[in-house]
Structure formats: structure tokens, C-alpha cells
């Protein structure tokens, strides 16, 4: 069964012909009433909001298209709304999951702005990397192939002085072989631990003995090392909101969960495909 969609068609109205729009009036403002359907007004809000909603391939249109285009489609959702003395239950309960749905995100809202702040983003920032060391990352070469063998006669023909990127390039089977091996800067926690512990032992230039992963059979040389200092404040500014925005939003559910009185049922004998069951919405 199929939910039910409305029968009017906006894009309908947005492309039909525009009549004059209202004056510019500084006095307007979101309470200020449009249109009047039976004694139930249509304010400049109403259409405010709609509009920020619309699908995107309408938010470009001219401003006196958007304007009657959306004030028709608000009077003919009045209309066709004082012709149905009471909705369906189908239509109810998505009206209920509205509601709540958007009180939640006032809510979120709410608990976003209390605590993300200028001086919290500041504390964050200090508390993640105002006192972290400089990291030291490493810039390394491999060559990946299947067998131990295989890796030892490699490491036979460096120390004859063979050039280990073109050694890689014409027998690595990992996807820096075409690069010469080359890997870029890693740090610390980035490889696969065996893989790691080799790094660590190299001097810049030297090449390890074989190394076995999961991936195969490695022979490494470690080209350059350096200090990485912490991030400027600004280059990290987006993953600290993203950090406190969850953080306030999860002590706020969890502080209202506690204080309020919810009651579940058991619900181990109820079959979930039972939320498939459109029928029982129907009237």
C-alpha cells in the first residue's frame, strides 16, 4: 500500500503566469497577514518558511514567479484543508511524527547555541592541542610482494645499489608500486603495526629486512622525517564544533531521558516486520 501525496502539483504553480506582487513595505514583517482563507489568515511567514523549503530547482526563480506561485499554493492548500472535517488516521499520525520531529529540533537547536561558543570552541582547542608535542611523521618508500624469497633477493639487489623506485615500480604489487613505492607523510598509528615497527628502526636511507603483513611481504626504506606542530585553530574550528555539537546534544537527550517517565513495553514476542503492515494506518 502506497502512502498518500497530494493531488496539486507546485511546480504547476510556479510556472504559471505572475501576477504583481506587493510593494516593498518596511513595515512588513513575519505576523503581517497575505491572504485570508474563510477568516483563516496567511501570513508573510507562512510564506517565508515554504519558500526555504522548496525543492532546489526552484529556489533561482524570479522573485514575482516564487511570490505568487507560493500565495496560490497557500490559498489552494487552505481551500482544499476547510474541505476535510477531520484527517485520516494515516494522516494524523505523520502530522504527530511532524510535530515531535520538529520540537526535537528546536530542542537540539536549543542545546547547540547554550553551548557552542566562541570561548568553548577556545577551551576545546586548548585542552585538544595547547600543550601537544610536535608529532613526527615519516615520509617511506615499499615494495609489496607475495613471498619472503621474493623480498630477501629485492633486499640482495639494493644493497648492490639497484634504485629502489624502480625496483618498485617493476615488481611491488601494492598500488604505490607505479609511484615508485613512494607512500607520502604517515604518522604514528597510520600503518599496520608490523609495518610501523620497521619504520621505526630505519635511519633515513636505510632499507629494513623483509617485513610480513597481512598484505603481503614488504621492504621498506624511510626517505625523510619531520615535525608536524598542532593545527592552527582555524583549520580545526569545524571538527571541534562538529565535537561539541554532539557532545551538548548527547548530555542534553541523556539528561531529559533521565528525568523523564518512560515506559516500554516488551516488545521480544513482537515481530518487527510488523512495521510493514500499512493497512493497519488506514481508516
Not at 201 to 214: H, I, K, M, R, Y
Not at 235 to 259: K, M, N, P, Y
Request: glycine share 6%; with cysteine.
Amino acid at each position: 500500500m502506497q502512502f498518500r501525496t497530494p493531488v496539486f502539483c507546485a511546480a504547476a504553480l510556479f510556472f504559471a503566469a505572475s501576477t504583481p506582487v506587493l510593494a516593498q513595505d518596511d513595515a512588513l514583517t513575519a505576523e503581517s497577514v497575505i491572504a485570508s482563507v474563510n477568516g483563516t489568515d496567511i501570513t508573510l511567514g507562512h510564506m517565508i518558511v515554504l519558500r526555504a523549503r522548496l525543492p532546489e530547482q526552484y529556489q533561482n526563480l524570479p522573485d514575482d514567479v516564487l511570490f505568487q506561485g507560493i500565495l496560490d499554493q497557500v490559498v489552494q492548500q487552505a481551500v482544499l484543508s476547510q474541505s476535510i472535517e477531520a484527517l485520516s488516521t494515516e494522516a494524523q499520525l505523520v502530522l504527530d511524527n511532524e510535530r515531535r520531529a520538529l520540537l526535537a529540533a528546536e530542542a537540539v537547536q536549543d542545546a547547540v547555541e547554550a553551548s557552542v561558543t566562541d570561548e568553548a570552541v577556545q577551551a576545546a582547542y586548548e585542552a585538544n592541542f595547547g600543550n601537544a608535542e610536535p608529532e613526527q611523521e615519516f615520509n617511506a618508500s615499499h615494495i609489496l610482494v607475495e613471498t619472503e624469497e621474493a623480498a630477501a633477493a629485492l633486499v640482495t639487489e639494493l644493497e648492490g645499489g639497484a634504485d629502489f623506485a624502480e625496483l618498485a615500480r617493476n615488481n611491488s604489487t601494492g598500488p604505490s608500486g607505479p609511484n615508485g613505492g613512494n607512500l607520502g607523510w604517515f604518522g604514528k598509528g597510520m600503518m599496520v603495526p608490523a609495518f610501523e615497527e620497521a619504520v621505526l628502526t630505519l635511519d633515513v636511507g636505510e632499507v629494513s629486512a623483509p617485513v610480513q603483513t597481512q598484505f603481503g611481504w614488504h621492504v621498506i626504506t624511510l626517505n625523510e622525517t619531520r615535525l608536524k606542530d598542532a593545527p592552527s585553530l582555524d583549520s580545526v574550528r569545524g571538527e571541534i564544533v562538529g565535537q561539541l555539537q554532539r557532545e551538548a546534544v548527547d548530555a542534553r537527550i541523556a539528561e531529559l531521558t533521565a528525568a523523564a517517565d518512560v515506559t516500554r513495553i516488551d516488545t521480544t514476542t513482537i515481530d518487527p516486520a510488523i512495521l510493514r503492515e500499512q493497512s493497519l494506518v488506514e481508516d
